[in-house]
């Protein structure tokens, strides 16, 4: 059993096994299942996650009109050639994009940890898979490693925006996916938590503002970049840059600003871009029509 | 811990968009179809504090007329739900309502049939972990995860002991436990969350004992 982000990588460098394997044995421990059933659970999620990156590639639209649409526009624009950013990094974006524009229409996703922040774990394993081409097991790999870290902030401190605010929500899952690229890259279980750390400073304070109160803006785009910001830490660990914080003292960073952060800025609608003039007549023109 | 398991964190899968006001006001509308026992004719739907005001946006109506339709997170039914209900032949109604209660995502649920009435209030508390806070107007707290067997009974001694004894005679160990009455000596109720499931035996046995009048069971 772990509890911290130090305790984990302890266990994986001393049995010199992958942050996956830990994940796995604890959640045999845990839940009595078999080592082929809980694979194969996970497995399932990872089909979900496929299945809604293609969908939103095809292009969708939520029931608001709000989103919808823009991880096509990203695909085309990536096939232009005009690109400035490397196209696995778009790619990364679209994909998280993809996914959340599914989410936001009323489709079928996995939360990873949230439905709000469902979108830049898959988006970021299914770029980064064109080039490294990982195994099936390898990608479920990927989603356990993720798991071991979203389970550390979630006991930890929270991945409810609610609670704490989108750090929280993306915050974490850019942690748990900047982690989970580097295994998979080759990175040790060191790097990995150099990798959340680095992604996590860097979500620090980032508040939950939803317009309308709906999972739409800024949302969509927050995980666009949670995906971003992700790969490049993750880049950043595989150069052998480390975060001068350790990971464990930025969660707890994290959970202590998420407490002092003002309830308007948690969820509720009452402050941030759900309360500019455009938020609020945006939340007007839909809420309005319902009447 | 709050989180125990891998699938906590990766998982579930479900309808977007919202956990808490798409999976989570599912689930509530499928515990209360699950304490009913069968497809109602008629449910009566209230709302409350950010599911009064987000939910058409969040599916939030459909995803609890989903869950009493039976249907889990993941049902892709759940945006069409209010057809389907209406071609079931269950009439559905919402209210929406203006008090503030203590959690801003609240909702009351009220199933009928010729014979029988349910009201559940249910709250939902983040990543699509629910609660219900109240069942035919007395207090509980049921998480809709375990298994569990709610009793209803007369408010007199030695009643606690007859029920679980039936279920120590059946080796079934009580998790949680608690008892909510809304006067002294009247109508009580009693919530037991179990560690295995509830065989038919072991229902037929609290319903005999005296002073029970109703044993619903909770298994999911």
Known sequence: MFRNVAELVELAESKNVKIAEIMILQEMEFSGLSREQIIEKMDRNLTVMEQAVERGLNGVQSVTGLTGGDAVLLQNYIKSGKALAGDLLLDAVSKAVATNEVNAAMGMICATPTAGSAGVVPGTLFAVKEKLNPTRAEMIEFLFTSAAFGFVVANNASISGAAGGCQAEVGSASGMAAAAIVELAGGTPSQSAEAMAITLKNMLGLVCDPVAGLVEVPCVKRNAMGASNAITAADMALAGITSRIPCDEVIDAMYKIGLTMPVALRETAEGGLAATPTGRRLAEEIFGSYK | ?220
């Open chain 2, 1 to 220: 811990m709050k989180y125990r398991s891998a699938f906590d964190i990766i998982g579930p899968v479900m309808i977007g968009p919202s956990s808490s006001h798409t999976a989570g006001a599912a689930r509530i509308g499928r515990v209360a179809r699950t304490l009913f026992g069968k497809q109602p004719n008629k449910a009566i739907i209230s709302l409350y504090g950010s599911f009064a005001k987000t939910y058409r946006g969040h599916g939030t109506d459909v995803a609890v007329v989903g869950g009493i339709l039976d249907f889990d997170t993941d049902d892709e039914r759940i945006p069409t739900s209010l057809t389907i209900a209406q071609e079931a032949g269950m009439e559905v109604s919402f209210t929406i309502e203006d008090t503030v209660m203590d959690h801003p995502n609240t909702v009351k649920i009220r199933l009928f049939d010729e014979d029988n009435e349910l009201e559940l209030v249910g709250i939902s508390i983040g990543g699509g972990t629910i609660e219900i806070t109240e069942l035919n107007t007395f207090k509980l707290k049921l998480s809709g995860e375990h298994p569990a067997i709610l009793v209803v009974h007369n408010d007199v001694f030695g009643i606690i002991s007859s029920v679980s004894t039936v279920l120590a005679n059946h080796e079934i160990n009580i998790g949680h436990m608690e008892v909510s009455r809304k006067e002294k000596g009247q109508m009580a109720l009693m919530v037991i969350e179990v560690d295995q499931k509830i065989k038919n035996e072991v229902m037929k046995e609290i319903e005999r004992l005296e002073n029970v009048s109703q044993v619903i069971r909770m298994v999911e």
